[in-house]
């Protein structure tokens, strides 16, 4: 159960409320939704999130980006936002626990994965693969998203935000990652 309190329609006022409402006319209300819209402004800031995987798809391909936004959130052990890309893979024909990446889909898995264990150690040798495959400008939106993701997931994962009703016929299909484990 959420640590905060999923807002409905009626429980919003003001500019919570209006953002709510555009949110119900397009059927995009989620349960993150429902948390960040507490506060307006804290919601307009994740929903940035939405203008950085426009720009990455187009920089690397939504399947890539797909790929890569699974390996960050999977890595950080992110419940929802995992299970939200395994939603989205399988719906590119992919299944997420079975499938060979490309060569530019594994180095994005590794930098995904790099990040979100250590931002500071992330290699000089990735970089390297990074830099073959993109432009400075294009590494820059990749790392860019990558930032928008984990708070995504810390929010996410923080509050305990409960599973979206689409997840929930898949939520064995999360993995929780195990690296932390060995972390004192």
Not at 11 to 38: C, I
Not at 70 to 97: R, V
Request: aromatic share 10%; charged share 30%; hydrophobic share 45%.
């Amino acid at each position: 159960m959420a640590r905060v309190k999923l807002l409905e329609l009626e429980e919003t006022s003001g500019a919570e409320r209006e953002r709510y409402q555009k949110l119900a006319d397009a059927n995009k209300v989620t349960n993150m939704k429902r948390a960040l819209l507490q506060d307006a402004a804290t919601y307009d800031a994740f929903m940035a999130w939405y203008t950085s995987w426009g720009r990455l798809v187009e920089v690397i391909s939504e399947r890539e980006a797909t790929v890569f936004a699974h390996s960050i959130s999977t890595t950080n052990s992110c419940q929802l936002c995992s299970l939200f890309f395994i939603s989205d893979l399988k719906a590119l024909g992919i299944e997420p626990a079975d499938f060979v990446k490309t060569e530019r889909e594994e180095v994005l898995s590794e930098l995904g994965a790099q990040i979100v264990k250590d931002p500071t150690a992330v290699s000089d040798e990735l970089f390297d693969k990074l830099k073959k495959y993109w432009k400075e400008n294009e590494i820059v939106v990749i790392v860019g998203f990558a930032a928008q993701m984990i708070a995504t997931n810390n929010f996410n994962s923080v509050f305990k935000i409960d599973l979206d009703a689409r997840l929930l016929p898949i939520k064995d299909e999360f993995k929780p990652a195990t690296w932390r484990s060995d972390i004192k």
